[in-house]
């Protein structure tokens, strides 16, 4: 199957259609785009892609369901201002996600994923401790809540590499002993294009199921494993550097071929993938190598206030 | 029952028998020391206070088990040698505490309680990220390790006030879900002494028990609630507040009397506990005050290696 | 003199007061409050003090000029409107100081000072990283920015403590081969009370003159040492531990006072000052030992953005 | 001229050779290797290369002088012991370069360059917050230092783009200040290789002198700007993204070739500079793309121990 090393819904459907030379929209998916604000420094591009059938399923190896990606310009400059408007956004989309699957008062887990001491990891992490958590204020002193507050409770697991343990593993004995009714969970994504990295966001209401993205190996969390909906929020913070080396490539031989210089030999590579060969220019194995930008700690720091405040608003 | 305001049972201790004004050793409670090093710039002491029966268990309020207290001299401007040595004394100081609980390769579990965001709280996080860890390994890659390798896994559950999930709850599930047969826990604790600030170091093979310490509110983590044997490895890094006070109180009261200057009124004070009258100086109470030494940052740092190594070299 | 142990002019005054027994206002000092914000949640406080001639400056030791203090109430939990509205605070003031000594386009260098290594003593180094900076671009590339555009540069020049060199020598180098005409100069301070620890914003147009703070020895950062006005920011970070205990005893005398019981001793004590007494309890005398909320780290996050926009928009 | 996009001169000199197909030295060039431990997993080669007339110096674009790089195996998983093992390395190396230059007890200022906010770019003023020095003490309490002691200073002067200040215009003034008699400056580089990431270090008894690195508007920092010798220490934290790009690019011409595909576009392609085919690739111009290894920010911390103990024993 295709590797296309992106996590995100969009990317993926637009790579498909590209590599399948399709105009048309691909049967079994759906989508749609908005874009808000006039001002050019701070326009917020909305697009919604559904999954409606397996064969939209196969195309792009993502499940049933939806998927909305918002896109924001020049991330990097924003002001406080744009920061609050980008998590209303967040809330919004958030909000519909939630009321489609449980009613007012049902008590969410929020799950941070990544590493807190890995920079392009750690937005997960952070974000979990900026969650205005209520579980136990209505355990211990419910006086001091409003009438009506919803049961929010928040974790962040750490990771495989440091913990040993399975995240999946980890959330199913909470899930079991505190019994919320739907998870949130924050991710960091892969993403194919680097105008992506910490400048977009993907809110997708089928849970975490690892596909091409760069960490093929954790296990699915989703409703079919722990048994209540799962939403994810998924931010890019990395691109493959197999990726950059890989696009590289593809280009020099579009080059060549606009010139009319095509061979074989080249038509032979477009048609593999280029990794193996791309291999010797990255290989120290030991080390995952990734392109990230230089401001990627300031980056992180912005976003985390997007999306802890766009769920703080979503879930009371 | 009298407020410690210490979680070290050897300060219990000390203070139960001036309290008590006993010379002998306290039914129920049995103490050596030991010395180790020459230099008196990197002196290491380790006491030993061992608690037999409910007797002890009533005077100092910790239940019966072992309580291995190793103080370093001069932590602040210790050496990396002096890391070194005293990491070594923590391995052997808990391999035989281990040892005494399970078998050569039986599992073990490494928690890492406290607030990795919360700079004297965030000692147990730190340490969990440098453990060798090898349950993954085991199950995914188990040709790379040697043969004969324990089962090492570690969580960072995070504190009540951020997940608003008690520990002990969210290390059920995890107990349950990968069967360790052992907890190693790491807490920061609260201790009587400035002098003790991220300085000591105590083993314990009873687990953590809320006594008088900080944070009262805890669930126990023991053999009690988890059905495995949990061994606690506490470092003060605070002393609160109101114990500083307390204290110059009572050394005001002690000079005024040791002049003559005895009066009524003074020797009531004696009795009670002075918290009523101090609280007027440590009034705000939505803040949880402090005393800390203004270099935590870096004690905490240090302290990480001499856990973490200790740790690693006592489950391997 | 006495030892105020406190760098706000605002408490200097009050204690004095206190001390002396003087109910109108001491001779050389004038003072004046304004409250703002009607919500109760997020009142702000501003108090004027102006110290007008010499005995002004003797009685509460800081020199002639004007000390601006800023309180905010219940600051730990301030929501981003909070900070917004604070900041603006802090532009109003930071304006009319400035205005008061440089022309419109005058360059400004912004100082932070303290150590990014030590939590209570990082917000200098931390606004520094938010200052909206132009001198390079006015240097290199004048086409990005606005006509009329002010020079800003900012600097952290670390401590003593971790550079060898006096802050004031880095700085007076920096300034003559930067020729700024104005310095502001952002400084983490020792405050009386633990009521105003991150909570207090000290705006002062005399520099920073080393009084009875926790730090003696820095040399003076003033127009008298750089030859260019400087506005001083402090924000009380921390609270001496021996505060707390002096304070202890203050109350307590106070109190066996109250009941009638007082004697000669106590009342000797009354006149001296408690320090040497209370030596005892704090005795390692190589650590600095402070008292800070637990929440210190959160706190000075958000003053970071308070001080950091405050200054940002005053400039420009 | 040639392009390296490296600053390390031994990679320089081994392009240079490649692109010209020399096999012998170059003429103003000389080098030699050694390798230490016989250990596979904790292998560390020393290169030396001396640039010794202007040939040389036209060759790779670096001033006549010495360059020494350790290149450490396997950093990743360097225990404490490989640490040690290595800072003596750097010690040794650095004690020779210094005793080259100046008298036992001339004072040295040693300069962390980078961005503290930045993970790739932190490990100068990390290594500054943990040298030993001195200079303050000889001043103030020159009892408590053994005869004999070095006066040392060390400063982080932040970079341009958040002081706005040149850091040449910084030191100038500390220097002219301070009066040290040589500086050591440790930076961040650039390397073409990302197995030398984290794990290189390159001594230099030239200074800093901008060549094909990342940042080539920095001003030199040497002898000829300070009027005192300056050590540099470089150690590679990233590629430049384009870097991976175009080496991927000639591996597919190699290929091509070696296929016996060669064309004339290829040819052609071989000789340019391939920046401008693939500057589509790597668009948003606002961002500094950079190439890291996952873990850099645990690398970081682990080099910063080799470099700081590695010149607290040179230097005393």
Redesign the interface.
């Known amino acids: 199957m295709y590797n296309f090393r992106t996590d995100l819904a969009l990317e993926r459907r637009d790579l498909y259609r590209k590599a399948h030379n399709i105009q048309e929209e691909i049967d079994g998916i759906e989508a749609e785009e908005e874009s808000l604000g006039e001002q050019k420094e701070e326009q917020i591009n909305i697009s919604r892609v559904k999954v409606t059938n397996e064969n939209g399923e196969k195309a792009i190896n993502k499940p049933i369901g939806n998927y909305i990606t918002i896109d924001i310009k020049?991330f990097?400059?924003i002001s406080?201002d744009g920061i609050?408007k980008t998590s209303e956004i967040v809330t919004n989309e958030l909000k519909k996600l939630i009321q489609n699957q449980i009613a007012d008062l049902d008590p969410i887990l929020v799950v941070g994923l990544g590493n807190?001491?890995?920079?392009?990891?750690a937005l997960g992490?952070k974000v979990?401790?900026e969650?205005d958590?209520?579980?136990?204020?209505l355990q211990?002193m419910p006086e001091v809540l409003e009438e009506g507050t919803r049961?929010?409770?928040?974790?962040?697991?750490?990771v495989?590499?440091?913990?040993?343990?399975?995240t999946l593993?980890?959330l199913?004995?909470?899930v079991?002993?505190?019994k919320p009714k739907l998870l949130i969970v924050i991710d960091a994504l892969a993403s194919r294009s680097?105008?992506r990295?910490s400048s977009s966001i993907q809110l997708a209401d089928t849970g975490i199921v690892p596909g091409a993205g760069v960490d093929n190996?954790r296990k699915e969390i989703s409703k079919n494993t722990l048994g209540i909906p799962v939403i994810a929020i998924g931010i890019p913070t990395?691109v493959d550097?197999a990726t950059?080396?890989?696009?590289?490539?593809t280009?020099?031989i579009q080059?060549?071929q606009n010139?009319g210089?095509s061979?074989?030999?080249?038509n032979k590579?477009q048609e593999e993938d280029k990794y193996n060969?791309?291999k010797?220019?990255?290989?120290?194995e030991?080390?995952?190598?990734?392109?990230?930008?230089?401001?990627?700690?300031?980056l992180i720091e912005k976003m985390k206030d997007v999306i802890a405040?766009g769920i703080n608003f979503a879930v009371n």
């Open positions: 020049n990097k400059n406080q609050q807190i001491y890995v920079t392009p990891d992490p979990i401790n969650i958590i209520t579980r136990h204020l211990y049961e929010i409770s928040a974790i962040s697991p750490g495989l590499g440091t913990t040993g343990i399975e593993e980890i199913k004995g909470i079991e002993n505190t680097i105008e990295i190996t990395v550097a950059i080396a890989a696009d590289s490539l280009l020099l080059e060549v010139n210089e061979n074989n030999f080249l590579l060969l791309i010797e220019v990255l290989s120290p030991e080390y995952n190598f990734i392109v990230t930008p230089k401001e990627i700690d300031g405040r």
